[in-house]
């Protein structure tokens, strides 16, 4: 039988526990996506050349900034996820104390989700019309408050997209880290469907990662059409 | 007092392997009080110009002085500070779109540092200025094009500026909202006493508000000087044509075909316009004068009467019936001899 709800009854627990520990480590990775993706996309941003980047108009034109930076992001995001997943092995053993489970799993999502959230939060900052800028220079706006009052809500809508977006991915990622014993959705589909020719696991979790990145999407797609006052 | 000088601006713009000169050794004083008016095409490099003035774009060469200071001296705290006394305002308005109204001119007040009680006492008294009182907590997608303009002109007025940099402000308005916009920045002009320098390419907003003008063309200044004047006798072909677009003598070439005599242009300037002088001409000289074409613009509520007369009669009295209309204060212009 392709799927057995009994057996699927039987497993709920284990689905339910697995579910939870693919929400803990997206949960954990992406508050640490947001904490440090925000400030750097921004930081790739206001260092970035163009108009800003001179001195004289207020922003933080720094090359030197941004190319180091800029660099650290590509870095990263040329490395597929499972291959930088067991590259981080010794980091994470360091950080966490061991290589196994969705807290350990979590340290790796971390750092491959904030160069990604961090491109995002820059690409929306892009899309702010220069002219906005211009005029908040034009009206002797400090830089702090450009950022805050201009930068911030022009690009909300933007990096509210950025994070559903980011969220998705951490799903497909959390999924990956199944393979190396992290927990989660993925981990049960593998242990389960794979190496157990378990369907109904299969089935049940494919499903499970369906709905929760419609719902995500879904969800973001409707919050950033609310704040977006455009 | 002069209150802005732009003194010998030149900005070179660096392209991958050749500089494209934006604007080309600019002179110009703006007197304290007066509204300005740069007119040209686009590419002319007004607008690079008018952006050097608040340093948007640093000039390549060349002083901005205002108030006898060179902002192009000037660097971080101290530009910001000098860029709170001087207002701007652009074609697309470019208003923070997720504040509102109330919160995009307090924007203006923060830079200044007013402290928060002052601030909302000063949102009103500038939304009353520009009449939207009403529009306080509305978001500028809610507003029409006039509308988001004027929340400009607020936010561009917050700090009480000596000067207000008007970049093509009226472009990109329907005609209607155009002149009520145009209103708005006399009075502001007339009643807070702000000096205002417009750049344009339509003629109907210099005619309408201006005091003096320029005309750039390749990033020089061709032409300078008051409006009216500049209206009256326009040297330069671009001026002309410029000129043309408001006052324009193209007579149907069915119609020259049957003038017989000469055809001279008659300008009115000033009060003259309403002297009867040609009536006055006609009646002392043995011509017969018929008109071909003609207009009266009032420009800054002057009049200024140009007309095209076809004068009939022997060579001596037309002569003569010219010069006696010299005499009496009005220029007139032969122009080519038709038979």
Known sequence: MLFDPSHFAEMLPDIWKAFGQTLLMVGIALSIALVIGLPLGLLLFITSKGLFSTSRSGLLGNRFINIVVGFIVNLIRSIPYIILLVALFPFTKWLVGDTIGPIAASVSLSVASTPFFARLVETSLREIDKGVIEASIAVGATRWMIIKDVLLPEAKSGVIQGVTMTIISLVASSAMAGIIGGGGIGDLAIRFGYYRYDNTIMIATVVILIVIVQVIQLAGDAIAKVVDKR | ?339
């Open chain 2, 1 to 339: 007092m002069y209150v802005l000088e732009i003194q010998n601006v030149s900005k070179v713009y660096k392209a991958k392997k050749k500089s494209i000169i934006g604007v080309d050794h600019v002179s110009l004083t703006i007197r304290d009080g007066e509204i300005f008016g740069i007119v040209g095409y686009s590419g002319a490099g007004k607008s690079s110009l008018l952006r050097c003035i608040n340093l948007l774009e640093q000039p390549t060469d060349g002083q901005i002085l205002i108030d006898g200071q060179d902002l192009t001296k000037l660097k971080g705290e101290k530009l910001r500070q000098a860029r709170l006394k001087i207002g701007m305002i652009f074609q697309h308005f470019y208003l923070i779109s997720q504040k509102t109204v109330g919160e995009n001119i307090e924007f203006a007040l923060k830079a200044a540092k007013l402290p928060k009680e002052s601030r909302n006492e000063r949102v009103e008294e500038l939304l009353n200025m520009v009449g939207l009182t009403d529009k306080k907590d509305v978001f500028p997608s809610q507003l029409s094009g006039g509308q988001k303009q004027r929340v400009g002109i607020a936010r561009a007025l917050a700090n009480n500026p000596s000067v207000l940099l008007c970049d093509e402000a009226t472009s990109a308005l329907d005609p209607t909202t155009t002149t009520s916009i145009l209103r708005l920045l006399k009075k502001i002009n007339r009643e807070l006493g702000i000096t205002i320098i417009l750049i344009t390419h339509e003629m109907d907003v210099v005619k309408e508000i201006c005091d003096r003008m320029a005309i750039m063309q390749n990033g020089k200044v061709i032409e300078e000087g008051p409006v009216y004047d500049i209206f009256a006798n326009p040297e330069k072909p671009l001026t002309q044509e410029f000129i043309s677009s408001i006052v324009s003598f193209d007579i149907p070439s069915a119609i020259l075909q049957n003038v017989q005599g000469q055809i001279v242009k008659i300008l009115f300037k000033g009060d003259i316009a309403g002297e009867g002088v040609i009536s006055d001409m006609l009646q002392q000289f043995k011509v017969q004068g018929n008109f071909l074409h003609g207009t009266i613009e009032y420009i800054q509520e002057k009049p200024l009467g140009i007309f095209l007369m076809e004068l009939d009669g022997q060579v001596e009295d037309i002569k003569r019936s010219i010069s006696y209309m010299e005499n009496r204060g009005v220029t007139v212009e032969v122009l080519d001899h038709v038979i």
